[in-house]
């Protein structure tokens, strides 16, 4: 069974910096693993994702800010994010889909940051 597992975050003044962690049951390295997050009141949306080949991605608001990266050898991937503002407060998620797959199937429970002005 694939499951992710967050890890990390909880609270960080503005301008600051917090990693997340997200751990994979299986062999990562033929998943594509991205982060979304959500703001109370707000739809989830995509933070940044990592292909299996290791192509990245980043919403416009966390460009040049948050870097995603994985280490296969650990199953583990990994939210660097730095220069934190308020806005950057949320659940995080961390989910995970078959490089051939469509659908991001496989979803951990949250991990929750906060980022204070």
């Known amino acids: 069974q694939v499951q992710p597992v967050e890890s990390g975050g909880g609270l960080v003044q503005a301008g600051g910096s917090s990693r997340l962690s997200c751990r994979v049951s299986g062999r990562i390295s033929r998943f594509d693993v991205s982060w979304y997050r959500q703001a109370p009141g707000k739809q989830r949306e995509l933070v940044a994702g990592?292909?299996?080949?290791?192509?990245?991605n980043y919403a416009d608001s966390v460009k040049g800010r948050f870097t995603i990266s994985r280490d296969n050898a650990k199953n583990t991937v990994y939210l660097q994010m730095d220069s934190l503002k308020p806005e950057d407060t949320g659940v995080y998620y961390c989910?995970?889909?078959?490089?051939?797959?469509?659908?991001?199937?496989?979803w951990g429970q949250g991990t929750q940051v906060a980022v204070s002005s």
């Open positions: 990592i292909t299996s080949g290791g192509s990245t």
């Open positions: 989910a995970a889909k078959w490089y051939y797959s469509g659908n991001y199937n496989y």
